[in-house]
């Protein structure tokens, strides 16, 4: 933690993909970066947070006065979460968390036939939702929301559906948002909503860091 209008405050940040094993060297993921969330844990250390970062595997440096977790899997990733959210002020869960995982990993690589195969799978923990359901839940809860459309409706949604004082939702699609350095975002609170133009994920990030300083002081002075 450092000087700022965040200093003296905890968050947890989540970033980037996780990798759910099929076998020792296949994997399903997705296409996140991971820039986003290190750009937002970035900001709110610059903005004088402390902060822990969970990554999940990504290739990307670890930005200035922060504490990097690293993790593969979705459970990992929400272990790494429950043992260290515990006093934190605010989290913001950016990582494009695998909704499901592969029912089962084989021990040996998965042998090629003739025959068409089928994966089952089960679903994995919704760290976001854990975090906003515990009962010293920390006082700004953020998700983001990945949408190829109807961003408004489903980021109230998720809103509502899992409990949190802010969304940050942004459209996806071949050459928008997850693997690329720009994005934009709209914010939704219960009450209000911003339009953040499209910029570098680290501008943007800084001035989403802006709008949950704004709202933990909200919530202070209630
Ligand atoms: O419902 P959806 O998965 O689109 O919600 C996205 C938000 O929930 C993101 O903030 C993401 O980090 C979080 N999430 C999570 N754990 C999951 C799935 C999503 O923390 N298993």
């Known amino acids: 933690g450092g000087e700022g209008p965040l200093s003296g405050r905890r968050f947890v940040v989540t970033a980037g993909p996780t990798h759910e094993p099929l076998d020792p060297v296949r994997f399903i993921g997705n296409?996140?970066?991971?820039r986003m969330?290190?750009?937002v844990a970035a900001a709110l250390a610059e903005a004088g947070?402390?902060?822990d970062l969970v990554a999940g595997p990504v290739h990307l440096a670890t930005p200035h006065g922060v504490r990097r977790h690293d993790v593969g899997?979705?459970?990992?990733?929400?272990r790494a979460v429950m043992a260290c959210i515990d006093g934190a002020d605010g989290f913001v869960g950016v990582a494009a968390v695998a909704d499901y995982r592969p029912a089962s990993e084989a021990g040996d690589k998965?042998?090629?036939s003739a025959e068409s195969m089928a994966v089952e799978l089960v679903p994995n923990p919704d760290i976001l939702a854990d975090v906003a359901a515990r009962n010293d839940?920390?006082?700004v809860v953020v998700g983001f929301a990945a949408e190829t459309r109807d961003l408004e409706n489903a980021a109230r949604g998720k809103l509502e559906a899992k409990k949190l004082d802010l969304v940050a939702a942004n459209r996806v699609g071949k050459d928008l948002g997850f693997d690329s350095e720009d994005n934009a975002?709209?914010?939704?609170?219960?009450?209000r909503h911003w339009a953040l133009s499209p910029k570098a994920k680290t501008a943007l990030a800084r001035e989403?860091?802006?709008i949950i300083a704004e709202r933990m002081l909200e919530r202070e002075s209630r």
């Open 49 to 51: 947070a402390e902060v």
């Open 137 to 139: 839940r920390p006082a």
């Open 110 to 112: 998965i042998k090629k």
């Open 31 to 34: 296409r996140s970066s991971g």
């Open 73 to 78: 899997t979705a459970r990992e990733m929400h």
């Open 185 to 191: 975002l709209e914010v939704f609170s219960a009450g």
């Open 37 to 39: 969330g290190f750009a």
């Open 208 to 210: 989403l860091v802006a």
